[in-house]
């Protein structure tokens, strides 16, 4: 009921005629577009330090507690771990190895398939980097290499989690077992923003992958790819 009265004592300022009405909406309107001074001098050392605190105080997060945490999950113990943003999801049962110098977005989210007779498993290369709400959904193996770089809102979709009889999606059913596939990522492969790869796919070493391209066949080493489905546009082998 307050928020009813609220709401209508809002329309009420905003549409009536009446001299309390619009003397209402002649303080809101002064209120929202009020503004102090602008003091450069004050407000620059202001907003530096804002930052630096703001960035002391997601460090000692990160080194103390979500780094540690998200180790927890991992098969092995990486060196140079970096998770910037916070701590990334982990769904599902799900085997993890991790190399060194990796650098992972919070905003990632890696599942592992619920059914089937065997455990998920993602293996990651040293010196990787994936970005900003990337997800990777491993159905029985996912594979990245060496030196590989994984921009945001990336797919790397080795399990769909919905069967394609209609009727089956409609009783809740998962997907089946032809519609799982490994997915490898072979050393210096770059995915640029936006690439979604399908289930059973391998890419070669040094391919670069442009944005907004969907992987369904195998790739070749070192070529240019782009498009949906994606193509090769031209080697990089000189």
Known sequence: MQSFSIHYAKQWAKTSDN????LIKKAWL???SAEVPNLPLVFNVLYHLHVLLKQCFSDVLRILYYTPIFKARLSNQPKKLYLYGGLPVVIGSLDIYMGDRI?????????????GNR???LVIGDNVGIGWRTSISVG?????GDNVRIAGDCYLAGYPGHPVDAQARAKGLPDTEEQVGDIVLYDDVWLATGVKVMPGVTI???TIVAAGSVVTKDLPEYVLVAGSPAKVVKSLKE
């Open 19 to 22: 001299w309390l009405a619009k």
């Open 30 to 32: 002064a209120v929202k």
């Open 103 to 115: 650098r992972l977005a919070a905003m990632t989210t890696i599942s592992g398939r619920a059914v």
């Open 204 to 206: 070669g070493k040094g």
């Open 119 to 121: 455990v998920p498993k």
């Open 140 to 144: 029985h193996n996912v594979v990245i």
